[in-house]
């Protein structure tokens, strides 16, 4: 009879313990905590400009760090909104710094994660694509 009733709570706590709903944390379409949607390799880093966006220019999120990144011509901007900001080193941010000019630019090479941006409302197809990197390597050309 003990051996029964052993059997029965061990069963019990199985089903109890498989019956619980695990949380599941929703992943995001877009922003920084999104799917990586691309990968640029540290063997193979993009040529791009570091800008740091004042508020004056911009209400997409401003105060920010971000890169802009020309392919070609012919191609539109793609603006990468650095989600790890703190990953730029105080040297590339003091450059930064010590320029004067409402829209500061620094030229750099770079790699990272990429995710999918939140557009910026009323915004058109003929302004930059925006997206969001999580920086592995950063440096100045």
């Not at 539109?76 to 010590?98: H, P």
């Not at 058109?124 to 440096?139: A, D």
């Amino acid at each position: 009879m003990k051996r029964i009733y052993l059997i029965f709570i061990i069963f019990s706590l199985c089903l109890y313990s498989c019956d619980k709903k695990e949380e599941k944390k929703e992943v995001p379409d877009c922003g920084c905590e999104s799917i990586y949607e691309e990968i640029i390799s540290e063997n193979n880093p993009i040529g791009g400009v570091l800008v740091f966006a004042k508020d004056k220019y911009t209400n997409y999120y401003p105060n920010t760090y971000r890169l802009v990144y020309k392919p070609t011509p012919k191609h539109r901007t793609i603006v990468y909104i650095i989600c790890n900001e703190s990953f730029i080193s105080e040297d590339l941010k003091r450059q930064a710094q010590f320029l004067t000019t409402d829209e500061i630019r620094v030229p750099v090479y770079f790699s990272g994660y990429m995710s999918h941006a939140e557009a910026p409302k009323g915004i058109s197809t003929g302004f930059p694509i925006y997206k969001e990197v999580t920086l592995t390597k950063i440096k100045s050309r």
